[in-house]
């Protein structure tokens, strides 16, 4: 049982090109998301789903696109890569609903550089 | 969700307790309280949670006021290790958006 997995760990790219960090669980959860962390901050929602073929947009969606086909899969996409994408990414997941409180799990976070 | 206010920043000295405060004034009779904390660099991980009576588990204390105003996260023993961004959340469980705040940075001080 490996929880929560992303990949890649770290990631240098430049201006303009496009990149899609995987997220993983192996928990049967039903709800995933994505946050990113800049420097000195909390954590800011990016896309969620509840389920497979469901998503919705969070805090800050601009500049991402995510698809859910699986449930234990939930891709982040970066179309064409800036500058101010330059944080560490966090994928999280949990049962949903009232199942288990809705506790949250998180990846170790991938570290994105925007050159 | 409710909003909920916390220190920027605490230190504890190792060894002792660290109590963390957050107040959530406008809390909801069905809103849950949750505890995370984020390592420096690592994922976010729980803590624990809890509704209205005070809760215990293996890493800490949730003590939740009478009127649910307030609750205290108590490490009753701090160790170094403990050092770390504290958040506390209030939602309804089954609530979609799960949002964080900018947290407590604690430092534990040798």
């Known amino acids: 049982n490996a929880g929560v997995t992303q990949t890649p760990k770290f990631q240098v790219l430049k201006t303009g090109q496009s990149m899609t960090l995987q997220c993983a669980q192996d928990?049967?959860?039903?709800?995933m998301s994505w946050y990113r962390q800049d420097p000195g901050m909390g954590l800011r929602l990016i896309h969620y789903s509840v389920g497979a073929g469901i998503t919705d947009q969070g805090e800050v969606p601009n500049g991402y696109n995510v698809s859910r086909s699986t449930t234990e899969d939930f891709p982040l996409r970066l179309l064409s890569a800036a500058p101010s994408q330059t944080s560490v990414y966090f994928c999280?997941?949990?049962?949903?609903?009232?199942?288990?409180?809705?506790?949250?799990?998180f990846g170790a976070g991938t570290r994105l550089s925007v050159l | 969700d409710a909003k909920t206010t916390q220190p920027t920043s605490m230190d504890c000295a190792e060894g002792r307790a660290a109590n963390l405060p957050c107040n959530h004034s406008?809390?909801?009779?069905?809103?849950?309280v949750y505890w995370y904390r984020q390592i420096h660099s690592q994922g976010p991980q729980y803590i624990i949670h809890?509704?209205?009576n005070n809760e215990t588990n293996e890493m800490a204390s949730l003590i939740i006021t009478e009127d649910r105003k307030s609750s205290t996260l108590i490490l009753p023993h701090a160790t170094l290790r403990d050092t770390a961004v504290y958040y506390c959340?209030?939602?309804?469980?089954?609530?979609?958006?799960?949002?964080f705040g900018k947290g407590t940075r604690l430092h534990i001080l040798p």
């Open positions: 809890g509704l209205k």
């Open positions: 928990m049967n959860h039903e709800y």
């Open positions: 999280a997941s949990s049962y949903g609903g009232e199942v288990a409180k809705n506790i949250q799990y």
């Open positions: 959340i209030v939602r309804v469980a089954s609530d979609d958006k799960i949002i």
């Open positions: 406008t809390i909801s009779g069905n809103e849950y």
